[in-house]
C-alpha cells in the first residue's frame, strides 16, 4: 500500500492575504532542512483566558434592562490564537467573508443572536 502524504497548504494560495513567500509555513514546506528533519512536538498553550471577573450589579441590571443580557453570560472565552490567525489570512475585506477550501463563509446577524443570546 502506498504512504499517504498530507497535502502541506493551501491549493490555492490567491485565497490567503499573505504575499506568496511570506507565509509562515513556507519554510516548513520548501526548505529541504525542514523537510527532512522528524516531526517533533512541543507543549505550550496557545490559547488565552478572558475573563473580566463579576460584574457590577448595576452593569447587569443595565444589560438586562436593554437586552443585552446574552453578554452577562459570556463569561470566561478561550482565544486560539492559531486558529484566529488562520481565519484573519482567509478573510477577504472586499465581500466580508472567510474564503475557505469549500467556499465562502459568511458571519450573519442571525449567527450573532445564536451565539451570544442577543436580541437582533
Not at 19 to 28: K, L, M, S, T
Not at 58 to 82: C, K, T
Amino acid at each position: 500500500m502506498a504512504e499517504r502524504v498530507a497535502h502541506p497548504g493551501p491549493r490555492d494560495r490567491s485565497v490567503l492575504v499573505m504575499i506568496p513567500g511570506e507565509h509562515r509555513a513556507d519554510r516548513v514546506w520548501h526548505e529541504s532542512a525542514f523537510r527532512d528533519d522528524k516531526l517533533r512536538c512541543h507543549h505550550y498553550s496557545s490559547c488565552a483566558y478572558v475573563d473580566d471577573g463579576p460584574r457590577h450589579p448595576g452593569v447587569v441590571r443595565l444589560l438586562r434592562a436593554s437586552g443585552f443580557h446574552g453578554v452577562e453570560r459570556i463569561g470566561q472565552v478561550q482565544l486560539d490564537w492559531s486558529l484566529l490567525t488562520a481565519l484573519v489570512e482567509r478573510w477577504r475585506p472586499e465581500v466580508h467573508a472567510f474564503h475557505l477550501p469549500f467556499g465562502e463563509v459568511g458571519l450573519t446577524l442571525q449567527d450573532v443572536q445564536v451565539l451570544l443570546g442577543l436580541p437582533i
